[in-house]
């Protein structure tokens, strides 16, 4: 099944080039970061978004995809997963050193199921067991090695107060683990300055200060030096708090990812003015102690009434629907969330978060050419993804989606409506 | 902290001078006018106002201040907020490492879940604690439970260093820290213990990890093995006499060694749940000790104080804090368990119960334990300059039926208690049950619409209203009046004549002024009637008079059958039997029925649903109702000057029911008699009959009628029943009403039952007229049967007792005189006001007579609106000899017996209708005024506020 589908990716990749001018012709154009555009021509070239518009005319040489009944818009972005890899975590919980790179597999089920729903970009970082648990990477769910897939490598350490046991004892963990490391920089350092001391002092022979920065601290160092990110996971509003406190102390640059238990700190968020992304729950119920009522809470409906800017999540190891990334926007609109912010809350909100905005995440000229071409709207359940492109390449045809003929069957799937002709 | 004192006050200082113009808009000020206030530092005012501004107590003053918001809690009891001197809050606690002098417990405080139980308790102040099980566990911290955020609610973070001693302590895993990449260097290494693991080592370990803090060279963040890597910051703290000591230590060497420990600190200690503190003080005599108490009291739970019998080890018992306190100790106590810090008043008064006077005990939930946390200066006490955490409480703070009915945190309200309680406690000088008992300086405790219970000296729930009224001050029953007309002439012109088949309850409005009016004179209850006329003349329904629904108003739908009985011919009573009779089939299908459904229910008898067809709905043959009315007859042909009147009723059904009378020469004769049955027919033509004593021949005879309708008129013949026969042409003109339209239901007495879809037993059609005959043959109503002859008495006598039916006499004037009639019987009596008569010189009571002779005897007004003056009619009785006691009885207790309702009303006693009446003084005085009516225990009439009824 494996080397069938990678055995289809490599036949599609063949189709376009990246060297070719590539035009879609767009029914509709959402473009999330403007208007969106009826009948509107895109243009790519090297894999770039070169020009879009209503009036832009489509040169002699292009591969023209004619996409003038379907919608047109950008891959989503998520901001946050921990499918795609083995398990999510290891045993220990002190292993910041560890990577997503040396667990990523390009031959998941999950990343095929990401293509198919239009994910361009992903963020694969360890789990939220864990204290530090590592690095991660941004990758797309479409190439045959790591390297191919990846987009950026290092994109930050995995921070989580997730308790096994004590919170108190989790928070206190945290607290030993990251003054360890700020001890062991402040020792670094002076170890620095005294080399640079005896240097001009010319009490030393060596030409440059040699000692290396201990690989299995690196990351920590980084974070505490304002070099790296962390993703910050705070599992309810209980430990919000702490979470805040310890940010501001290290001066850390941090995401954090909020557990559905935090619906109660919107308005702490609002003070905080820290990114924030939620995982993928997005319906959260809750019995009140005193009257035994169990309240159904939205937690992104409320980030929006206290205006934080959050980015969605997708559940890529789950059965549920909350694995589709319409069906997490639908339920934060039903809540009272406008499409708008549905809509960036998965594209331009978290490619923000992942500092990947002048990449990613929108419809803007010099932007990669992430897109999707949807049979109709977004946000509809009926609506299919048709053609996915990733760096102006089309990586996916709904028509030649191997399982999807396996469980629709032939008849059922719509001749291949996108075919790219040579004018 | 570590601030010179200079630069704290000049932050002191400067956060003053902002404070007022930053929280302008909410430091409105306020001002509490308290009934009684304890300021928590042992003052106790009465009618002061606590003055509130910017969350701060202000001051207290003695006159109103003005230009604030007021807030009336003049009926309340004001205390500081209870200050909770040992949770388990902190959310999970306790690490794996044995020695944790860095953990916080705020750092697993919740600030966001809701605390309203606790508040509900009147707790606003809490400890939360770092862990119960680690020998250093880590640093409480104190907080409110209200307040916008964590910042705001935080009184301390860092409170104290809690340490545990004795068993709980050396129970620490076994530390397993593997390293992800051994070697020889940092090498796998097994599992480690960690000490102390007995009583010998832990005050020489704390000593070492103290003595480790105090070194010069100690890093901050500590050094050495992953457990030994803690922050000793918290030690240092300690050391410098910053930080106060919390050890747990249960047996006496644990508390002699807590003490000794802190004395070679020489720092501050609290002692935690100490429980041997009485044998560990009598070596440390004299140490000043501070001691927080859980007491292991649990209101609502079996085993109340968990004993554990197989336990040999001390025993977490209240009276540990009481010996503390007793020795010179300051004690904090606080619940044994989270959960009852609903009721944490009610904890605390069990220690007073044990031995603790109430200012100790309210000051070990305040004050003290606000100064055993070290946040004294905030909370504990309601001083000026305070933290304005109060509570409103409904009575003395340690009082049972005492609750918090608001909680203040910072001067704005975190808790409000909703009053669902109905209960209601009326204190008065004397109280006459009626019940053979009179109890002076009592109480009436009703709830529910019942009487809860009468006695001298209740304790008072909480949420009970409670009216004393003054000394000479007279409970009695509510007055009974047994026939009435109250209700029925709603525009107050007429009196309708009573019909057996009137459905009373269905047209009194329990709204009615005139029922008003009734309560407000003290009756509680009428049984109302229509006028008597005739032989059956009606049923009886049992009112309240001051429901507050229409339900409640109900007492009894049918309550009793009144007839009138006088005539003198011999066997008149027949008809009077005939008419009871005639319910007798209707009883068998009743009972039949009730048979059958019985044994429906068991699951017995599966009833066989007949697939008869549907019964059609009767339909009316004409829209126009030629037949309704009353009628003149006149008769032509007939030997004597004979003719009827009739008032006649169309139903439905094409039925025609209604009474006819027979006229004599002009005269209306006897009573009026049932028609039996009657039919309308398509073509105008009716027929109708009636049995009585018309024709020749004397009773069971039957008079029919048939005609047709003709115009406005009804023409046809009349046929008199008996041996000889006679008939006569007749033609009737309308003496009343107009051919009408005809509504559905136009009056049937007869009401269909609907077929039942489960298969149970049908249920008999209801026949209104005869419905209060069933009732009276199944005794449960009485009759009340009008009368004054002495044969007719006799009869009635005789008839009744034979067949073992409930009756009343009413009037039986001849009885009076001539007891001899009444056959040596004691039927119950009710006579209308004019209890008197003379002759001659002679006065005599009837009514006192009668009750003399041993009868039941009921006054009644026989009035509507003048009904108000049962009470007149008691007094007049009782002016002219009735025995005083007697005479309430027949305006409560006797009726109430006689009607067969003395289950519900009509006396006061534990589990009947809380209706009862406060007169000024002796009820039967018309000098004594109705200060308090109470319907189903609701006060219907208050009068003490306008000093006297309207």
């Given amino acids: ?423 | 902290m570590s601030k010179t004192p200079l630069l704290s006050f000049l932050l002191v200082t400067s956060l003053a001078l902002i404070a007022p113009a930053t929280g302008q808009a909410q430091a409105a000020a306020k001002a509490i006018r308290c009934g009684k206030i304890y300021l928590g530092n042992g003052q106790v005012m009465t009618n002061v106002y606590l003055v509130i501004k910017d969350g701060k107590v202000n001051r207290l003053a003695r006159t109103q201040p003005r230009g604030m918001e007021l807030l009336d809690a003049s009926d309340k009891v004001v205390i500081p907020g209870i200050v909770a001197a040992d949770t388990d809050m902190s959310g999970h606690a306790d690490g794996k490492y044995n020695v944790t002098p860095d953990f916080v417990a705020l750092e697993g405080f919740d600030y966001l879940k809701s605390y309203q139980r606790a508040l509900s308790g009147g707790v606003t102040t809490i400890y939360l604690s770092p862990g119960r099980r680690r020998f250093v566990s880590g640093q409480g911290s104190v907080v409110k439970l209200h307040g916008k955020d964590i910042v705001a609610r935080t009184l301390k973070e860092s409170a104290c260093l809690r340490i545990t001693l004795g068993a709980e302590a050396n129970a620490g895993p076994l530390l397993f820290e593997p390293t992800p990449h051994p070697t020889s260097d940092d090498p796998l290494l097994p599992a480690r213990k960690q000490f102390p693991s007995a009583r010998i080592s832990q005050l020489n370990e704390l000593r070492r990890v103290f003595r480790q803090a105090q070194a010069k060279d100690a890093v901050v963040k500590g050094s050495g093995a992953a457990e030994d890597r803690y922050s000793v910051v918290a030690l240092k703290s300690v050391l410098k006499g910053k930080l106060r000591l919390r050890i747990a230590a249960k047996e006496a060497p644990d508390i002699r060694n807590a003490v000794r420990f802190a004395r070679e600190l020489g720092v501050g200690l609290v002692l935690e749940s100490p429980y041997e503190v009485e044998k560990a003080l009598a070596i440390h005599k004299g140490a000043p000790l501070n001691a927080v108490f859980r007491l292991a009291v649990r209101p609502g739970a079996k085993n109340a104080g968990g004993e554990n019998r197989r336990a040999t080890g001390p025993q977490n018992r209240p009276e540990n804090a009481i010996l503390a306190a007793r020795a010179g100790t300051r004690i904090a106590i606080a619940p044994g368990s989270d959960a009852d810090m609903s009721d944490y008043l009610l904890v605390a008064s069990v220690a007073i119960r044990m031995g603790l006077t109430p200012v100790q005990a309210l000051s070990a939930i305040t004050l003290d334990a606000a100064r055993i946390l070290g946040v004294d200066n905030r909370v504990g006490s309601l001083e000026p300059g305070k933290d304005a955490d109060f509570l409103l409480l409904s009575g003395e703070p340690f009082a049972v039926g005492t609750m918090v009915e608001d909680t203040y945190v910072s001067g704005e309200r975190a808790y409000h208690r909703e009053n669902t309680s109905d209960m209601l406690v009326v204190k008065a000088g004397r109280i006459i049950t009626l019940e053979g008992r009179t109890i002076e300086n009592g109480a009436i405790v009703a709830a529910g619409g019942k009487i809860r219970g009468i006695s001298n000296d209740p304790t008072i729930p909480y949420g009970a209203r409670v009216i004393s009224l003054g000394k000479g001050s007279v409970i009695v029953p509510g007055f009974v009046d047994a026939y009435c007309h109250a209700g029925l002439s709603g525009d107050g012109t007429t009196i309708p004549t009573g019909k057996a088949s009137h459905r009373l309850t269905e047209v009194i409005r329990h709204d009615d002024p005139v029922l008003k009016h009734l309560a407000e004179a003290g009756l509680t209850s009428v049984f109302v009637s229509g006028r008597d006329s005739g032989l059956v003349s009606g049923r009886v329904a049992a009112i309240k008079t001051g429901a507050a629904d229409h339900q409640s108003m109900v007492l009894k739908d049918i309550a009793g059958i009144r007839f009138v009985h006088d005539s003198l011919t011999p066997n008149a009573i027949k008809g009077l039997e005939a008419q009871i009779d005639k319910a007798k089939k209707y009883i068998e299908k009743w009972q039949k029925y009730e048979k059958d459904l019985a044994d429906w229910k068991a699951g017995k008898k599966k009833t066989k649903v007949e697939k008869k067809a549907p019964t059609a709905a009767p339909k009316p043959i004409s829209e126009t109702d030629y037949i309704s009315g009353s009628w003149k007859f006149e008769v032509e042909g007939m030997r004597f000057p004979i003719g009827f009147i009739a008032t006649l009723k169309l139903t439905a059904d094409n039925k025609i029911g209604g009474t006819v009378q027979m006229v004599f020469g002009g005269n209306p004769m006897g009573t009026a008699l049932e028609i039996t049955s009657g039919q309308y027919n398509k073509d105008q033509t009716f027929e109708f009959k009636f049995s009585g004593g018309v024709g020749r021949g004397g009773g069971g005879s039957e008079t029919s009628f048939t005609g047709r309708v003709e115009g406005d008129s009804l023409v046809g013949k009349v046929s008199l029943g008996g041996r000889r026969e006679m008939t006569g042409d007749f033609t009737a003109t309308r003496t009343s009403g107009a051919a009408g339209t005809r509504t559905v239901d136009s009056g049937s007495s007869v009401r269909r039952s609907k077929k039942p879809t489960d298969g149970s037993p049908q249920k008999p059609d209801i026949d209104d007229n005869l419905e209060p005959m069933r009732a009276l043959l199944q005794k449960q109503i009485p009759a009340i049967i009008t009368t004054s002859k002495a044969p007719a008495i006799t009869e009635i006598v005789k008839s009744f007792e034979s067949r073992k039916l409930p009756y009343i006499l009413q009037g039986a004037n001849d009885a009076i005189d001539t007891p001899e009639i009444l056959g040596g019987n004691k039927p119950g009596f009710l006579f209308p006001p004019d209890i008197l008569y003379r002759k001659g010189k002679k006065i005599t009571n009837k009514a006192a007579k009668i009750s003399e002779r041993g009868h039941p005897v009921g006054l009644v007004s026989g009035d509507t609106e003048g009904a108000r003056y049962l009470p007149l009619h008691a007094a007049l009785a009782v002016r002219y000899g009735m025995e005083p006691t007697e005479a309430l009885r027949a305006i409560s207790l006797y009726p109430a017996r006689l009607f067969k309702l003395d289950h519900r009303i009509g006396s006061l006693k534990r589990g009947k209708d809380a209706d009862f009446v406060v007169f000024s003084g002796n009820p039967l005085e018309m000098t004594s005024q109705v200060q308090l009516v109470v319907v189903n225990g609701k006060v219907v009439v208050d009068n003490r506020k306008n000093g006297g009824p309207k």
Avoid at chain 1, 272 to 293: C, F, G, H, N
């Fill in chain 1, 1 to 423: 099944m494996k080397s069938k589908i990678l055995f289809a990716c490599a036949v599609l990749s063949g189709l376009v080039s990246a060297q070719d001018v590539v035009a879609v012709k767009a029914g509709r154009l959402i473009t999330v970061s403007g208007k969106e555009l009826q009948n509107a021509v895109l243009l790519i070239e090297n894999g770039k978004i070169q020009s879009f518009g209503t009036d832009v005319k489509v040169p002699w040489e292009a591969k023209v995809i004619d996409a003038s009944k379907s919608v047109v818009m950008p891959t989503y972005v998520v901001a946050h997963t921990s499918s795609g890899m083995s398990s999510g975590n290891e045993n220990m919980a002190n292993v910041p050193y560890l990577t997503v790179q040396d667990a990523v597999d390009p031959s998941s089920g999950f990343f095929e199921e990401a293509l198919r729903n239009g994910i361009g970009t992903l963020h694969v970082i360890p789990g939220n067991r864990t204290l530090l648990g590592g690095t991660g990477m941004v990758v797309k769910p479409y190439g045959k090695t790591v390297e191919e897939m990846a987009v950026r490598a290092h994109t930050g350490l995995k921070m989580s107060l997730l308790a096994t046991g004590s919170r108190m004892a989790q928070i206190q963990k945290m607290r030993r683990a990251l003054k360890d490391v700020q001890e062991y920089v402040e020792d670094y350092e002076r170890r620095k300055s005294e080399f640079a001391a005896d240097k001009t002092a010319g009490a030393t022979k060596e030409k440059a200060f040699k000692d290396k920065v201990d690989d299995k601290k690196k990351p920590v160092v980084d974070l505490l030096q304002g070099k790296a990110t962390a993703w910050f996971y705070v599992p309810s509003t209980a430990e919000l708090h702490e979470a805040v406190r310890l940010v501001k102390k290290y001066k850390m640059k941090v995401v954090l990812v909020l557990g559905p238990r935090c619906h109660k700190s919107a308005a702490d968020l609002a003070a905080a003015k820290i990114p924030v992304v939620l995982d993928s729950v997005m319906e959260y119920e809750e019995t009140d102690p005193d009257t035994d009522e169990t309240k159904k809470y939205c937690p992104a409906a409320l980030l929006t009434k206290a205006k934080v800017a959050y980015a969605i999540s997708i559940d890529g190891g789950s059965s549920e629907m909350t694995r589709y990334p319409w069906w997490q926007m639908a339920t934060a609109m039903r809540h009272g969330v406008d499409r708008q912010t549905a809509l960036e809350a998965l594209t331009i909100v978290p490619a923000k978060a992942l500092g990947l905005e002048k990449e990613v995440g929108s419809i803007e000229v010099g932007k990669t050419a992430n897109l999707q071409i949807l049979t109709g709207d977004p946000l509809k359940a009926t609506s299919w993804v048709e053609t996915v492109l990733l760096d102006g390449q089309v990586v996916y045809e709904r028509g030649k989606d191997q399982r999807l003929q396996h469980l629709f069957g032939k008849t059922k799937t719509k001749p291949a409506a996108k075919k790219s002709t040579n004018r």
